[in-house]
């Protein structure tokens, strides 16, 4: 018999089995059972027959260069921007303001009325004038004349830094009347009156962006805000438009920070928060405050608050919305007001809102401010009084003659309720107390011959409400930065001025808006310049 071994299908079938998984085992494991050889061929084998797929996001708002950079770019040329860009240039930064106008000083900043609320500076005007004033009580006019809707946190920095600013001014030269004075809302005098107005206070300002060689874009407008994400990362520069229509992008090395303006004309914004006052006409330079840094800064996810919040100055150029007008006097409590009836209707130094809401409440919705000669030529901060007032009354908005009765009769106002209204104001300043309105500057000047109506000729100036100022804008903290919907910080941008929201509430007293874009854009300046550069 052969010595040949059988072997069945089954063994056949089953020393395969084992050898396929020898295979794979070997292979995974490293196994010296299989030559290396055989090893290395396999793992080349899945090595040149595995396919990857990179996938790369598309960010279609990046550039694909960048045209011009800077540390710090100042989206605005107003007072809030050119204090931030001088801040900024003081504590290292490389700074370049953009401004969307052709040149420096069309701004609402330069038309103002240069007024400034600050509860004690390095001039000591409260001490000269025997005036008691103090932090808490300026916080609390504050908050108060917003109907505590401000925001407490932004209110404190904006007051603690209210000293700081007027000697800021003070240092670059701003010239300052000697007297304060008192605007609607507040409870003492302590607004300081810059001598030439907002005019002054700008081109002082100008001049020390001027002296420090700081670069300025002009006819640059802003369109868009570039960040790394669509919401969210650092912001990383800006998309401008020039003045014939060509894109630029410019790239900030550390923050871009905001000072635009609000939105008091942007017909957009005013029907979509503040429908009421749609197609009023503002004071504000045509060309500003039409919102679209604003939009585009909520288009990287910027929040906004106090958007409903609108203001408009009572007392405007009748026929222009201008402030450039005799009327706005009563402002700081420079005359009387009257309606066509010859009858006060209002404390001249109530808050702005509750004059404006009285004067659109009279009948056709406007009123006469009523003042006398000595009291005309004071009138200085938005230009010479006579020259003003010569062509307001050839306008036919402002009337004059050398008795009440007679300025009556020319104006249309009921003249012996005028007469009488006029005597009965002269006894109250005499007696120091307004029984009808309760005037709060009475007290404390008593028998004031400045008060008093008695120096021929006098005027009648007619006046009503235009679009001013909005309260409501980015969402900001301490330290100016924007915060997100969900109230974070967005690395590397920051506002500062009227673009903001949530300093004044629903209402602004007359004298804060400098005061917040000098003190805010300093705050915002000197923290975007200490930014990380990236």
């Known amino acids: 018999m052969s010595a040949e071994k059988k072997v069945s299908r089954r063994t056949v079938v089953g020393t395969i089995a084992?050898?396929?998984?020898?295979?794979?085992?070997?292979?995974?494991?490293?196994?010296?059972?299989?030559?290396?050889?055989?090893?290395?061929?396999?793992?080349?084998?899945?090595?040149?027959?595995?396919?990857?797929?990179?996938?790369?996001?598309?960010?279609?708002?990046?550039?694909?260069?960048?045209?011009?950079?800077?540390?710090?770019?100042?989206?605005?040329?107003?007072?809030?921007?050119?204090?931030?860009?001088?801040?900024?240039?003081?504590?290292?930064?490389?700074?370049?303001?953009?401004?969307?106008?052709?040149?420096?000083?069309?701004?609402?900043?330069?038309?103002?009325?240069?007024?400034?609320?600050?509860?004690?500076?390095?001039?000591?005007?409260?001490?000269?004038?025997?005036?008691?004033?103090?932090?808490?009580?300026?916080?609390?006019?504050?908050?108060?004349?917003?109907?505590?809707?401000?925001?407490?946190?932004?209110?404190?920095?904006?007051?603690?830094?209210?000293?700081?600013?007027?000697d800021f001014l003070v240092d670059i030269g701003v010239p300052f009347a000697d007297t304060l004075t008192m605007s609607g809302g507040q409870s003492v005098p302590r607004t300081h009156s810059v001598i030439g107005g907002g005019a002054a206070l700008h081109n002082a300002l100008k001049k020390e962006v001027e002296k420090r060689g700081i670069q300025v874009l002009l006819e640059h407008k802003v369109t868009n805000i570039i960040r790394e994400e669509a919401n969210g990362g650092r912001i990383l520069g800006v998309k401008v438009e020039t003045a014939d229509g060509k894109a630029k992008y410019i790239k900030a090395k550390k923050a871009v920070v905001l000072t635009a303006g609000g939105f008091c004309r942007s017909d957009l914004l005013v029907r979509r928060h503040a429908p009421r006052f749609a197609g009023f006409p503002s004071?504000?330079?045509?060309?500003?405050?039409?919102?679209?840094?604003?939009?585009?800064?909520?288009?990287?996810?910027?929040?906004?608050?106090?958007?409903?919040?609108?203001?408009?100055?009572?007392?405007?150029?009748?026929?222009?919305?201008?402030?450039?007008?005799?009327?706005?006097?009563?402002?700081?409590?420079?005359?009387?007001?009257?309606?066509?009836?010859?009858?006060r209707f209002v404390e001249e130094l109530e808050r702005r809102d509750v004059r404006r809401d009285a004067v659109l409440a009279q009948p056709g919705g406007f009123a006469f401010a009523i003042v006398d000669d000595k009291q005309l030529k004071t009138i200085k901060a938005f230009g010479d009084p006579e020259t003003i007032i010569a062509d307001q009354i050839k306008r036919g908005v402002a009337f004059k003659a050398d008795t009440i009765e007679e300025l009556a009769a020319l104006a249309g106002i009921n003249p012996d309720n005028l007469v009488e209204t006029v005597n009965n104001w002269n006894r109250y300043v005499d007696?120091?107390?307004?029984?009808?309105?309760?005037?709060?500057?009475?007290?404390?000047?008593?028998?004031?011959?400045?008060?008093?109506?008695?120096?021929?000729?006098?005027?009648?100036?007619?006046?009503?409400?235009?679009?001013?100022?909005?309260?409501?804008?980015?969402?900001?903290?301490?330290?100016?930065?924007?915060?997100?919907?969900?109230?974070?910080?967005?690395?590397?941008?920051?506002?500062?001025?009227?673009?903001?929201?949530?300093?004044?509430?629903?209402?602004?007293?007359?004298?804060?808006?400098?005061?917040?874009?000098?003190?805010?854009?300093?705050?915002?300046?000197?923290n975007a310049a200490r930014e990380v550069s990236m």
């Open 18 to 166: 084992a050898g396929i998984i020898g295979l794979i085992v070997g292979g995974v494991a490293g196994s010296q059972a299989f030559p290396r050889e055989v090893t290395k061929e396999v793992e080349r084998t899945v090595t040149t027959t595995r396919t990857e797929t990179k996938v790369e996001e598309v960010k279609p708002w990046l550039p694909a260069k960048w045209d011009m950079e800077a540390d710090v770019i100042i989206v605005g040329g107003g007072g809030a921007g050119l204090a931030a860009a001088i801040t900024a240039h003081d504590e290292g930064a490389k700074v370049l303001i953009i401004e969307k106008m052709p040149q420096l000083g069309l701004c609402n900043t330069a038309v103002s009325g240069g007024i400034i609320n600050a509860w004690s500076s390095k001039l000591k005007l409260q001490e000269k004038q025997g005036i008691k004033d103090s932090f808490e009580l300026q916080y609390n006019d504050l908050l108060k004349s917003g109907d505590y809707m401000g925001d407490p946190e932004l209110i404190r920095t904006l007051v603690e830094n209210a000293p700081s600013v007027i």
């Open 283 to 343: 004071t504000n330079v045509p060309g500003t405050t039409t919102g679209e840094v604003l939009i585009a800064a909520m288009d990287v996810g910027a929040a906004v608050r106090g958007m409903d919040y609108v203001q408009l100055w009572p007392m405007c150029d009748y026929e222009t919305g201008s402030l450039v007008t005799i009327a706005a006097g009563t402002e700081t409590g420079i005359g009387i007001m009257v309606n066509t009836n010859g009858k």
């Open 431 to 526: 007696e120091g107390y307004d029984p009808e309105f309760k005037r709060r500057d009475l007290p404390m000047k008593k028998g004031d011959p400045m008060l008093k109506i008695d120096t021929p000729p006098f005027y009648a100036i007619k006046g009503r409400p235009s679009l001013h100022h909005t309260m409501g804008g980015l969402h900001i903290n301490t330290k100016a930065q924007v915060l997100d919907v969900e109230g974070k910080v967005i690395p590397g941008l920051y506002a500062a001025g009227e673009i903001t929201g949530g300093i004044h509430g629903t209402n602004r007293i007359g004298g804060n808006a400098l005061l917040d874009i000098i003190a805010f854009g300093r705050i915002a300046g000197r």
